[in-house]
């Protein structure tokens, strides 16, 4: 079975822009979730989707925000970039999403700000 | 808010020691993972502990959860160069909440 794809897995951005993260969970996994990883902040919740709903969604500002498609594709979208955007974005699929199921993690994108 | 903390942050061993991760948190849970990421890398599922008492052993490594005391611990038995890497746990509240991860260099 395919793991988790990220697409792009790097990406070089300036303050202002907006970008876009899309992420493909293993076949059968409806469930996504995106996490933020800096050095200084450490690996932080971003949100999880199911069945192309939200239903958790971490302390990051509206300007984070993310969709899931019917096939249980998930993009992120990160509107007018700041550094501290700078990361590793790593998302994550498990089957239901439900709290005891492995969660499989994808390779992740890391995005530069510049 | 549930925090997570992770002792020690940054641990060198030499091969063939033993020594033991903690993961304290602060709020109830009883579930908890524990991953390995090396440098550049993604995060390594290693163990879903479910309840109190569990423990679960996947060659050097031995993961417990103590749910009353609010800790988690990984044992590292007989460590090899192999085992170099971070290791995070994650407790569950509704999302995974991560500890700052502990640097781990196994030297020969």
């Known amino acids: 079975k395919a793991g988790v794809t990220q697409t792009p897995r790097y990406l070089i951005k300036t303050r202002g822009q907006q970008v876009t993260l899309s992420c493909s969970p293993i076949?059968?996994?409806?469930?996504v979730s995106w996490y933020q990883q800096t050095p200084g902040q450490g690996l932080q919740f971003l949100f999880e989707y199911f069945s192309e709903t939200q239903r958790n969604k971490g302390n990051f500002p509206g300007r984070f925000s993310g969709r899931q498609f019917s096939n249980s594709r998930s993009e992120m979208n990160v509107s007018t970039l700041e550094l501290g955007d700078s990361a590793l974005y790593l998302c994550a699929s498990s089957p239901s999403g439900s709290w005891g199921e492995t969660q499989y993690f994808g390779p992740g994108t890391r995005l530069l700000v510049l | 808010e549930l925090k997570v903390e992770q002792n020690p942050l940054f641990l060198s061993m030499q091969e063939g020691k033993n020594y033991t991760i903690y993961c304290n948190y602060s709020?109830?849970?009883?579930?908890l993972y524990w991953y390995r990421q090396d440098p550049g890398k993604s995060l390594e599922s290693l163990f879903v502990?479910?309840?109190?008492?569990a423990v679960k052993q996947e060659g050097r490594l031995m993961a417990s959860l103590d749910t009353k005391a609010r800790l988690s611990t990984l044992h590292i038995t007989a460590a090899v160069h192999d085992l170099s890497a971070t290791y995070f746990c994650a407790v569950v509240r509704g999302k995974l909440i991560f500890g700052q991860g502990t640097e781990l260099s196994v030297k020969p």
């Open positions: 502990l479910l309840s109190n008492g």
């Open positions: 076949s059968g996994h409806r469930s």
């Open positions: 709020t109830t849970s009883d579930r």
